[in-house]
């Protein structure tokens, strides 16, 4: 597995960053409100990647969401990613730029 994150959050002092890391059967990882998840499937095996909300996703809910195919996030997915394979509401999400413009103007 190969995880990616932005922080999108108005007030950070990272908003825009960008990290990345291989992920290990057993890693946990602690992801803060605001900030941006993706992950990579990895391998022959079936993959397991398991989310935790405080809430549960609806259509319109706040809240932000990049489209992990922006070149501007620089990242280097292990296999380059096929847009078929991705689906249309992550092809549709904005742009990083855009989102970090919204973020800043909230």
């Known amino acids: 597995m190969f995880g990616a994150w932005v ?10 960053l960008v990290v990345t890391r ?9 992801v803060p409100s605001g900030v941006c998840n993706g992950f990579q499937s990895l391998g022959d095996r079936p993959s397991q ?3 935790c909300f405080d809430a549960e996703w609806a259509p319109a809910m706040p ?3 990049v489209n ?10 292990p296999v380059p990613p096929d ?6 509401k992550d ?4 742009s990083l730029q855009t989102v970090l413009h ?4 909230s």
């Open 7 to 16: 922080d999108v959050r108005p007030d950070s002092p990272s908003i825009g």
């Open 22 to 30: 291989p992920l290990a059967r057993g890693d946990v990882v602690v």
């Open 49 to 51: 990647y398991v989310y």
């Open 63 to 65: 809240g932000a969401a």
């Open 68 to 77: 992990p195919l922006d070149p501007e996030l620089g990242i280097r997915w």
């Open 83 to 88: 847009p078929s394979l991705v689906s249309v």
């Open 91 to 94: 092809r549709s999400l904005p």
């Open 102 to 105: 919204r973020a800043r103007a």
